[in-house]
Protein backbone atom coordinates (compact mmCIF):
# COMPACT_ATOMS: atom_id res chain seq x y z
CA UNK A 1 0.00 0.00 0.00
CA UNK A 2 1.22 3.32 -1.10
CA UNK A 3 1.08 6.13 1.11
CA UNK A 4 0.06 9.25 -0.91
CA UNK A 5 2.02 12.80 0.40
CA UNK A 6 0.01 15.87 0.91
CA UNK A 7 0.70 18.79 -1.99
CA UNK A 8 2.80 21.04 -1.17
CA UNK A 9 1.96 24.92 -1.97
CA UNK A 10 5.52 24.66 -3.98
CA UNK A 11 4.02 21.52 -5.82
CA UNK A 12 1.06 23.24 -7.09
CA UNK A 13 2.32 26.35 -8.13
CA UNK A 14 2.32 24.93 -11.58
CA UNK A 15 -1.43 24.30 -11.87
CA UNK A 16 -2.17 27.73 -10.42
CA UNK A 17 -0.08 29.39 -12.66
CA UNK A 18 -2.04 27.05 -15.63
CA UNK A 19 -5.11 28.12 -14.57
CA UNK A 20 -3.80 31.92 -13.92
CA UNK A 21 -3.12 32.06 -17.37
CA UNK A 22 -6.56 30.66 -18.71
CA UNK A 23 -8.51 33.16 -16.54
CA UNK A 24 -5.94 36.43 -17.33
CA UNK A 25 -4.90 35.03 -21.06
CA UNK A 26 -1.51 36.79 -19.91
CA UNK A 27 1.54 35.64 -18.46
CA UNK A 28 2.71 38.74 -16.54
CA UNK A 29 -0.75 39.07 -15.42
CA UNK A 30 -1.01 35.47 -14.61
CA UNK A 31 2.42 36.02 -12.76
CA UNK A 32 0.46 38.78 -10.70
CA UNK A 33 -2.34 36.87 -9.94
CA UNK A 34 -0.55 34.36 -8.37
CA UNK A 35 1.90 36.42 -6.89
CA UNK A 36 -1.76 37.72 -4.85
CA UNK A 37 -2.76 34.24 -4.72
CA UNK A 38 -0.19 33.17 -2.37
CA UNK A 39 0.11 36.78 -0.29
CA UNK A 40 -3.94 35.91 0.41
CA UNK A 41 -3.39 32.39 1.27
CA UNK A 42 -0.83 33.52 3.72
CA UNK A 43 -2.68 36.21 5.49
CA UNK A 44 -5.91 33.91 5.52
CA UNK A 45 -3.92 30.46 6.43
CA UNK A 46 -5.87 30.14 9.71
CA UNK A 47 -8.80 30.12 8.41
CA UNK A 48 -7.80 26.63 6.31
CA UNK A 49 -9.47 23.84 8.63
CA UNK A 50 -7.86 20.73 8.85
CA UNK A 51 -8.53 18.10 5.80
CA UNK A 52 -9.21 20.35 3.26
CA UNK A 53 -8.13 20.02 -0.06
CA UNK A 54 -4.93 22.82 -0.67
CA UNK A 55 -5.20 22.56 -3.96
CA UNK A 56 -9.16 23.39 -4.38
CA UNK A 57 -8.47 26.15 -1.47
CA UNK A 58 -5.61 27.79 -3.16
CA UNK A 59 -7.68 27.61 -6.88
CA UNK A 60 -10.72 29.05 -4.81
CA UNK A 61 -8.50 32.16 -3.48
CA UNK A 62 -7.00 32.54 -6.98
CA UNK A 63 -10.39 32.37 -8.27
CA UNK A 64 -11.56 34.93 -6.36
CA UNK A 65 -8.64 37.25 -6.47
CA UNK A 66 -8.94 37.22 -10.46
CA UNK A 67 -12.76 38.04 -9.75
CA UNK A 68 -11.68 40.99 -7.48
CA UNK A 69 -9.44 42.28 -9.62
CA UNK A 70 -12.50 42.32 -12.57
CA UNK A 71 -14.13 44.07 -10.45
CA UNK A 72 -11.73 46.85 -9.44
CA UNK A 73 -10.87 47.16 -13.10
CA UNK A 74 -14.64 47.83 -14.16
CA UNK A 75 -14.79 50.39 -11.14
CA UNK A 76 -11.68 52.00 -12.43
CA UNK A 77 -12.74 52.22 -15.69
CA UNK A 78 -16.17 54.05 -14.83
CA UNK A 79 -14.47 56.43 -13.34
CA UNK A 80 -11.71 57.17 -15.52
CA UNK A 81 -15.17 57.63 -18.52
CA UNK A 82 -16.27 59.96 -15.34
CA UNK A 83 -13.23 61.86 -15.38
CA UNK A 84 -12.55 62.34 -18.97
CA UNK A 85 -15.82 63.52 -19.24
CA UNK A 86 -15.68 66.15 -16.63
CA UNK A 87 -12.54 66.95 -18.25
CA UNK A 88 -14.00 67.47 -21.77
CA UNK A 89 -16.80 69.64 -20.25
CA UNK A 90 -14.33 71.55 -18.34
CA UNK A 91 -11.28 72.44 -21.00
CA UNK A 92 -11.85 74.57 -23.85
CA UNK A 93 -11.17 73.11 -27.11
CA UNK A 94 -7.94 72.47 -27.92
CA UNK A 95 -7.32 74.71 -30.51
CA UNK A 96 -8.20 77.81 -28.14
CA UNK A 97 -5.75 76.02 -25.54
CA UNK A 98 -3.31 75.96 -28.25
CA UNK A 99 -3.53 79.43 -29.04
CA UNK A 100 -3.46 80.65 -24.94
CA UNK A 101 -0.52 78.30 -24.89
CA UNK A 102 1.27 80.39 -27.88
CA UNK A 103 0.57 83.88 -26.64
CA UNK A 104 1.33 83.12 -22.98
CA UNK A 105 4.84 81.46 -24.41
CA UNK A 106 5.40 84.77 -26.96
CA UNK A 107 4.62 87.17 -23.61
CA UNK A 108 7.21 85.06 -21.55
CA UNK A 109 9.63 85.19 -24.32
CA UNK A 110 9.33 88.77 -24.35
CA UNK A 111 9.68 89.29 -20.59
CA UNK A 112 13.33 91.17 -20.11
CA UNK A 113 15.89 88.15 -19.09
CA UNK A 114 15.93 88.82 -15.63
CA UNK A 115 12.48 88.42 -15.06
CA UNK A 116 12.38 85.52 -16.90
CA UNK A 117 14.96 84.13 -15.50
CA UNK A 118 13.44 84.87 -11.65
CA UNK A 119 9.79 83.55 -13.09
CA UNK A 120 11.59 80.54 -14.81
CA UNK A 121 13.00 79.23 -11.84
CA UNK A 122 10.08 80.03 -9.16
CA UNK A 123 7.52 78.89 -11.24
CA UNK A 124 9.13 76.20 -13.82
CA UNK A 125 12.15 74.93 -11.58
CA UNK A 126 10.02 75.00 -8.36
CA UNK A 127 13.03 76.95 -6.51
CA UNK A 128 12.03 78.53 -3.22
CA UNK A 129 12.21 82.32 -3.49
CA UNK A 130 15.40 82.02 -1.58
CA UNK A 131 17.18 79.20 -3.79
CA UNK A 132 16.39 81.47 -6.87
CA UNK A 133 17.75 84.29 -5.44
CA UNK A 134 21.11 82.11 -4.50
CA UNK A 135 21.30 80.80 -8.08
CA UNK A 136 21.00 84.34 -9.59
CA UNK A 137 23.06 85.97 -7.02
CA UNK A 138 20.65 88.71 -5.72
CA UNK A 139 18.66 89.46 -2.81
CA UNK A 140 15.62 88.24 -2.39
CA UNK A 141 13.75 91.46 -2.74
CA UNK A 142 14.95 91.81 -6.25
CA UNK A 143 14.33 88.28 -6.77
CA UNK A 144 10.55 89.01 -5.47
CA UNK A 145 10.29 92.77 -7.42
CA UNK A 146 11.43 90.86 -10.67
CA UNK A 147 8.93 88.25 -10.01
CA UNK A 148 6.06 90.84 -9.36
CA UNK A 149 7.01 92.70 -12.62
CA UNK A 150 6.99 89.80 -14.69
CA UNK A 151 3.86 88.17 -13.14
CA UNK A 152 1.86 91.60 -13.66
CA UNK A 153 3.09 91.47 -17.49
CA UNK A 154 1.84 88.12 -17.83
CA UNK A 155 -1.51 89.10 -16.16
CA UNK A 156 -1.77 91.72 -18.95
CA UNK A 157 -2.51 88.97 -21.49
CA UNK A 158 -6.07 88.41 -19.73
CA UNK A 159 -6.65 92.41 -20.34
CA UNK A 160 -5.95 92.25 -23.94
CA UNK A 161 -2.57 94.42 -23.56
CA UNK A 162 0.17 93.44 -25.09
CA UNK A 163 3.45 92.71 -22.90
CA UNK A 164 6.14 95.12 -23.72
CA UNK A 165 9.32 95.31 -22.53
CA UNK A 166 10.62 98.17 -22.27
CA UNK A 167 12.68 100.01 -24.97
CA UNK A 168 16.52 98.58 -25.18
CA UNK A 169 19.15 100.52 -23.53
CA UNK A 170 22.00 102.02 -25.71
CA UNK A 171 25.39 101.44 -23.64
CA UNK A 172 27.23 104.28 -22.27
CA UNK A 173 23.19 105.99 -22.16
CA UNK A 174 21.90 106.98 -19.25
CA UNK A 175 18.11 106.34 -18.68
CA UNK A 176 16.21 109.53 -17.42
CA UNK A 177 12.65 108.98 -15.56
CA UNK A 178 10.00 111.57 -14.91
CA UNK A 179 10.21 112.33 -11.34
CA UNK A 180 7.53 115.57 -11.36
CA UNK A 181 4.61 115.85 -13.40
CA UNK A 182 3.09 118.99 -14.72
CA UNK A 183 4.28 121.62 -17.23
CA UNK A 184 6.51 124.31 -17.03
CA UNK A 185 4.31 126.64 -16.62
CA UNK A 186 3.21 125.24 -13.59
CA UNK A 187 6.02 124.50 -12.17
CA UNK A 188 7.48 127.84 -12.12
CA UNK A 189 4.40 128.97 -10.10
Do not use: C
Not at 6 to 22: N, T
Not at 44 to 52: F, I
Amino acid sequence: MMLRKRPDVLDLMVPLRRYARSLTRDSTQADDLVHDTLVRALERQGSLRPGTNLRTWLMTVLHNAFIDDQRRRKVEARYADALGQMSEEATPPAQEGHVRLAQVREAFQRLPAEQREALHLVTIEGLAYQEAADVLGIPIGTLMSRLGRARAALRNIESGAAARPPAPEEPGRPRLRVVEGGSPSARAS
